[in-house]
């Protein structure tokens, strides 16, 4: 079993920054894949960013050139740094992590202003 806990959502204004963290624990020796997804009411979710357990890294369109996921293999933390912010990445943020299954956090909302 992996637990995830994800810190770090608010309010910020269009155009700010921001830093989302997620923590895991339990079996997180076997995670293969860590990122974030989003889920903004009426729309599908959509994968925000992914890192390998190799240092491989993704990032969804919509966000490349202004989201920086990265992780802290020492704290078990991924990381995922928002800059240059926009209203239409308002949104819930979730953490997964994985391995031969998929874990979940609890989910954070970040609400940008414009």
């Known amino acids: 079993q992996v637990q995830l806990v994800e810190s770090g959502g608010g309010l910020v204004q269009a155009g700010g920054s921001w830093r989302l963290s997620c923590v895991a624990s339990?079996?997180?020796?076997?995670?293969?894949?860590m990122g974030w997804f989003r889920r903004t009411p009426g729309k599908q979710r959509e994968l925000v960013a992914a890192i390998g357990q190799g240092g491989s890294i993704s990032y969804a369109d919509s966000v490349k050139g202004r989201f920086t996921i990265y992780r802290d293999n020492a704290n078990n933390t991924v990381y995922l740094q928002m800059n240059s912010l926009k209203p239409e990445d308002t949104a819930v943020y979730s953490c997964?992590?994985?391995?031969?299954?998929?874990?979940w956090g609890q989910g954070t909302q970040v609400t940008v202003s414009s």
């Open positions: 339990g079996s997180i020796f076997s995670l293969n894949q």
């Open positions: 997964y992590a994985a391995n031969l299954r998929v874990y």
